[in-house]
């Protein structure tokens, strides 16, 4: 039964073309949960608008700051879709610019968390030892001061400024990931695969990164997009009290926090950008919730 | 008789149990206790014994995946149990193995190309861009189709994938393969095919194998000779057949005559062994087999049995083998 | 073995035409199709075949232990005057565990860890024999606490567990396999079940203690002549305690009979492949085996699921399904090979 093979790249590609086939039947399974798809487009729609801020909002100036105080305190209507703050500037346009901050800050808490957290988790779970105690008691330590105050606590003592605010959220965040990722990696460490690589003569850094790290994945990432939502709302939090981004910029939480002296008579300009938050949370739970079936059946 | 590829004298592989604050050891796992035996070039030895008896410690302990804790180790001649991870990578290429659960041996999100090239680098002397041709040359020889060095684990058989796992254990030319428990997780019929394409490679490469199993019945099938592991220590090695047709300790005939066999007309009745395999925390002193003896004495109580030579490479380790050999009451 | 004159058999398990089949990501996936078998009573039925044949799907079938989800059922198993199928779920339960009683393949992990074992076997002595607790509580003046322990010595003493006291107040986790595995079988007699289902009950134990169990369920049969259908991919198992054997191939029963007949004369040549791939001590010979793979579920093929690997396979046995060739389903085998000759 010999066969010569003379040609990789066609099988390669044969192979390749079954592959997708059944990632595309995953994404036909994705497609069949409306919600999912709903949540996908509203997700994929604010970041446009965010990246496109400036030609996308209605009054681009005005979101980005300048006062007008003739309109102010306007419903809405045809000329402001969703009616004008104290300041008269137009709320859509707030709403889209303030998401920029909401969305990049949301990644940049999750995805810093995530970049030191996860190899702090595989050392920790694999290596143990005493490094590894050293690590899961920081863990434990950093979660068991509330992590609102924090990053308060932080934001107070560096000054207030919404990069400050982002750094400072960031360092309660990353032990979530360590932990996360600390727990898979001890259940997976005893696997038959990893003894193989061990018997090849393979070292630590090599079985961590090549054999444990892509197995771990999946959950990294379905934790990372679920906790977007909270994020967002942690920096809506600072910028509320007034630790994070600074008027006249656009931020949901500042606005929620002008807002919230009108809320009896211009009750909009406190609800938008509440709804605004909301609506991005959810959808990313949802999302995040929808690849989580799709990635784990197995 | 060929030279001994591998030389085992008095193995000890003790595992930690109970550790005072301090760190110092009070209780050991002793799960290989006391084992000498040598595997000459060439042949199959078979490794039996329930579970519990350190059989899959003692295959993990030659390949230095289990720490030695004392006692010499010798592949070839040369004395490998002090190597540390640099001396002894150049032994690796020579020494692999198969392990029990296929599923579980192979990395769900590696190709089958990536798997074999990850054994194919630790040869110095195989070129990067041989890769790919040598590991057609591995499917090959295990009756695989190179079309599927570019499939998933996931998309193969039990079978299949145990296939992939030879491959990667020949893919470093090895002299020296260890089979622990590789057919029991596979359905009868898959297991027969895995056993004879094992016993084909073994005449084709000149390989010798230690072939790990529970399953008493497979072992004439592939192996030479056979040695009976009990509570860490090895009770009796014989050749295979006589192993099993004429036992010299009692433990092997217990053993032999719990195996149910596949006929219904011959039911000698499943002899009832008593008691519960040892714990190997605390096995018991002397013959570690004599609570459960149904010959046992005093003597067995006191003191541990040396080693009775019987054929040249076959023993076994009993005080009164002798006598129950005489009185026909091990045999057949 | 004596084996008592059919006349003299009652059959207590009667499985008709038993269809299981669920729908899939990939499609229906027909795991059982057309189970037909007799249970008498007191006799052991082996239920043997390879992974994914569908043994075990029976087994559970029987008891509706199959997830309900997506499954689609029929077919008739008639168990004392009903059929099975139809019960409410609250007289299934019942059945469950009182007439049909069932022993797993991991027996620590079927015993609730949170409660001593001691605690689980009162609570089933209280339900099942409280006639025996009255009599002891009248008889020797106990109360009923005394009375409940006194019959948990008495059951555990009959399947060879003497430290009763000890092993009463363990836990699930801290007894060996094959002292958890005499404990269920302890519990699954207490009420005196018609039927015990044992799924590849010996094959998580070590030899030594596969055969006290295995001894001490064909006792334990003969004693009070309870049936006993064993699922295994062991053939020993099969050849050794029971006395008919099914053999199941993909979803279908393909031969069953007399044990002794099976072994000596496998009709079906799944079955023959089957036998000939078996190890067995004492001999060395090359082992033959069927080549092909086991036929993927979603997509099998026509007519015999078998045909394919078959060396003996015509044009009818990729078109049409063989059924039994005998009327009295004790001694038949499904295959085109046999269904051209007279029928039985």
């Known amino acids: ?298 | ?332 | 073995m004596d084996m008592p004159s059919k006349t003299q058999q009652t059959p207590i398990l009667g499985v008709e035409d038993l269809t299981v089949s669920f729908e899939g990501s990939r499609g229906v996936i027909k795991i059982l199709e057309g189970i037909d078998f007799t249970l008498y009573s007191g006799e052991v039925l082996a239920l043997v075949g390879e992974t994914g044949c569908g043994k075990s799907v029976t087994a559970k079938s029987l008891l509706d232990l199959i997830p309900q989800f997506s499954r689609h059922r029929s077919g008739r198993v008639a168990f004392g005057g009903k059929d099975l199928l139809n019960l409410s779920s609250r007289e299934l339960g019942r059945v469950r565990g009182r007439s049909i009683a069932m022993i797993f393949q991991n027996p620590q992990s079927s015993i609730n860890p949170v409660f001593t074992l001691g605690e689980q076997m009162y609570r089933l002595i209280r339900m099942y024999l409280q006639n025996e607790i009255d009599v002891l509580c009248k008889q020797k003046k106990m109360n009923k606490k005394a009375a409940v322990h006194e019959i948990a010595q008495e059951k555990l003493a009959e399947v060879g567990l003497t430290e009763a006291n000890r092993l009463l107040k363990s836990y699930a986790h801290e007894i060996s396999g094959g002292m958890a595995q005499r404990y269920k079988i302890a519990l699954a007699l207490l009420s005196s079940p018609k039927i015990l289902i044992a799924d590849e009950a010996t094959s998580a134990l070590d030899v030594t203690v596969q055969a006290h169990v295995l001894k001490l369920l064909k006792e334990m049969s003969q004693k009070k002549g309870t049936a006993i259908l064993f699922i295994t991919h062991d053939l020993g198992i099969a050849a050794q305690i029971c006395e008919r054997v099914a053999v199941m191939y993909s979803g279908r029963i393909v031969e069953i009979g007399k044990t002794i007949d099976i072994f000596e004369e496998p009709l079906h040549p799944y079955t023959q492949g089957l036998l000939a791939a078996v190890p067995r001590l004492g001999n060395s010979d090359p082992l033959r085996f069927v080549s092909g793979m086991i036929p993927d579920l979603a997509n099998p093929p026509q007519g015999c699921r078998f045909h394919p690997r078959c060396d003996h396979r015509m044009a009818v046995c990729s078109n049409q399904r063989p059924h039994y060739n005998a009327k009295d389903r004790d001694r038949s085998v499904a295959c085109h090979l046999y269904t051209s000759k007279a029928a039985g």
């Open chain 1, 1 to 298: 039964m010999e066969m010569e093979i003379h040609d990789f790249k066609q099988l390669a590609q044969e192979a390749l073309a079954d592959h997708r086939k059944a990632r595309g039947y995953n994404l036909r399974l994705f497609l069949k949960k409306k919600l999912a798809v709903v949540s996908a487009l509203i997700l994929v729609g604010i970041m446009l608008s965010a990246i496109f801020a400036p030609w996308v909002a209605p009054y681009p100036k005005q979101g980005q700051g300048a006062i007008n105080l003739e309109e102010r305190l306007q419903p809405f209507s045809n000329k402001h879709l969703l009616g004008t703050d104290i300041y008269g500037r137009d709320m859509l346009s707030r709403v889209i610019f303030g998401a920029r901050v909401s969305v990049f800050g949301g990644f940049f808490i999750v995805i810093m968390a995530a970049l030191i957290g996860v190899p702090l988790g595989l050392w920790a779970g694999y290596c143990e030892g005493a490094s590894g105690a050293i690590i899961m008691r920081s863990v434990e330590l950093v979660l068991s001061f509330p992590s609102a105050l924090v990053a308060m606590g932080i934001s107070i003592v560096v000054g207030a400024g919404s990069m400050t605010a982002l750094i400072a959220l960031v360092i309660p965040w990353w032990p979530w990931y360590t932990r996360l990722v600390q727990g898979e990696v001890l259940s997976l460490k005893n696997m038959l695969y990893i003894e193989a690589a061990q018997m090849l003569g393979y070292g630590r850094i090599y079985i961590l990164f090549r054999h444990l790290l892509p197995n771990i994945l999946t959950p990294v990432i379905v934790l990372m997009l679920l906790d977007v939502g909270p994020a967002i709302i942690a920096i809506g939090v600072l910028s509320f009290l007034g630790l994070g981004t600074q008027p006249p910029h656009a931020d949901w939480g500042l606005m929620v926090w002008n807002g919230a002296q009108n809320l009896l008579g211009e009750w909009w300009i406190a609800i938008v950008p509440g709804f605004a938050m909301f609506l991005l949370v959810t959808a990313f739970n949802i999302f995040g919730d929808a690849l989580k079936e799709i990635l784990d059946p197995n």
């Open chain 2, 1 to 332: 008789m060929s030279k001994a590829l591998i030389d085992l004298e008095d193995i000890e592989t003790w595992f930690p149990y109970k550790k005072t604050l301090t760190g110092k050891v009070t209780a050991w796992v002793k799960a290989v206790d006391g084992v000498t035996l040598k595997i000459f070039t060439g042949e199959c030895l078979g490794l039996v014994g329930e579970s519990g008896c350190g059989k899959s410690t003692l295959g993990r302990t030659i390949l230095k995946l289990a720490p030695l804790k004392s006692g010499n180790l010798r592949f070839n001649g040369e004395e490998i149990q002090h190597l540390d991870d640099r001396g002894f990578q150049k032994f690796r290429p020579k020494m692999q193995m198969v392990f029990q659960d296929p599923r579980a041996s192979l990395n769900p999100k590696m190709t089958v190309l990536q798997i074999l090239s990850e054994a194919l680098a630790i040869c110095p002397e195989v070129d990067k861009k041989q890769y790919a041709k040598r590991a057609t040359e591995l499917m090959n020889m295990v009756d695989l189709r190179p079309e599927h060095l570019f499939r998933y684990p996931h998309e193969f058989s039990g079978g299949q994938q145990q296939r992939i796992c030879i491959a990667r254990a020949l893919a470093t030319q090895p002299e020296f393969l260890v089979f622990d428990e590789a057919t029991s997780a596979l359905d009868v019929s898959v297991q027969a095919q895995i056993i004879n394409l094992m016993a084909d490679l073994q005449k084709r490469l000149g390989l010798t194998y230690l072939f790990i199993s529970h399953d008493l019945s497979i072992m004439e099938h592939i192996c030479h000779r056979v040695a009976v592991m009990y509570a860490g220590r090895i009770m009796e090695i014989q050749d295979a057949h006589a192993l099993f047709a004429s036992p010299r300790h009692p433990y092997t005939k217990a053993l032999r005559n719990a195996v149910p066999i596949a006929d219904p007309t011959q039911k000698d009745g499943m002899a009832i062994l008593k008691g519960e395999v040892p714990s190997l925390r605390s096995p018991p002193g002397g013959c570690r087999f004599h609570p459960r003896c149904p010959h046992a004495t005093g003597h067995c109580r006191k003191e541990a049995p040396e080693v009775s030579p019987v054929k040249p490479g076959n023993w076994v380790r009993c005080h009164h083998h002798k006598d129950l050999w005489k009185r026909g009451t091990l045999g057949g």
